[in-house]
């Protein structure tokens, strides 16, 4: 089988340690497999308001200072708009997506009116209003009827394995409610997006940082739903910072600096730390990444 693994960053800056080290776990796991592997990236600029000009090809000449070039040419979002469109047509023929009108204000006061307090991550749990029609309001979103295609599928949590994190389990419709598939203000959101872009890449294997890790389950329904292959899913450790909170530009994200080879060489030791990777006592990028490549298969044990 051929394995395919992807970096996939939204150029809303520089990499920082916490995104390279996301890029090194992926780019290991796919060398790792063996010559046929291929490791792409995909710059994930759909969010088209968070995005900054030239960070895309910032990011990527950075990964190339770490060594870290893909087999393929980058993809952008912004310019598979099509395969979003389609994929959206596809869950509506099937009564999968549905229109909704609710603006925030909305949603919190239905969210009030039935005693819900339920906030996930600061996102409100939507309450279904529009699920069977707008009430004569405008169409502003789209959002997956998660709630409805979980009743016809059977049991309401699902499972899931992660490679590093084990046995995971969530019930989307409980848990998020029916998410947005392409937002008010024209953004396709992430959700739709990553789905169809792993499936039309044929994706094998999503290696990412663990903050990601809580939307696989509304990503594996997408998939279902769509009749699109499920990846295998590795989610890696998270740099933290100073404070030992997640790594924030206000706890010391900034950008990496790879301006020489030594400072690139820097970068990726920090990275390979937080995987776990022995220091190596390497003189270039690409000596410390070939060093572990027998590490990485002994860690995370990927299949040829
Ligand atoms: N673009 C997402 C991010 O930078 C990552 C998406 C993914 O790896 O699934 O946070």
Known sequence: MLRIGRFAPSPTGPLHAGSLVAALASWLDVRARGPQARWL??????????????????????????????????????????????????????????????????????????????????????????????????????????????????????????????????????????????RADGPWAYQLAVVVDDADQGVTDVVRGEDLADNTARQILLQQALGVPTPSYLHTPLVRGADGDKLSKQNGATPLNTATPSDALAALDSAGQVLGLTATSASSAAEALAAWVPQWRELYNPRP
Not at 55 to 67: D, V
Not at 76 to 102: E, F, I, K, M, V
Not at 134 to 151: D, I
């Open 41 to 182: 990236v995909r710059i994930e600029d759909a969010d088209t308001e968070r995005c900054l000009p030239g960070m895309g090809e910032e990011i990527l000449e950075q990964l190339a200072a770490c060594g870290l070039t893909p087999d393929d040419t980058p993809v952008w979002q912004t310019r598979r708009t099509g395969l979003y469109d389609r994929a959206l047509d596809r869950l509506r023929t099937a009564q999968l997506a549905y229109p909704c009108g609710c603006s925030r204000k909305d949603i919190d006061e239905a969210l009030a009116r039935s005693g819900i307090v339920h906030a996930r991550h600061g996102e409100r749990v939507y309450p279904g209003t529009c699920r069977d029609g707008l009430h004569g309001k405008p169409a502003r979103a789209w959002r997956f009827a998660a709630a409805r295609f979980q009743a016809d599928r059977g049991p309401a949590a699902l499972h899931w394995t992660d490679r590093r994190l084990g046995s995971q389990a969530q019930d989307v419709a409980q848990e998020v409610g029916d998410f947005v598939l392409k």
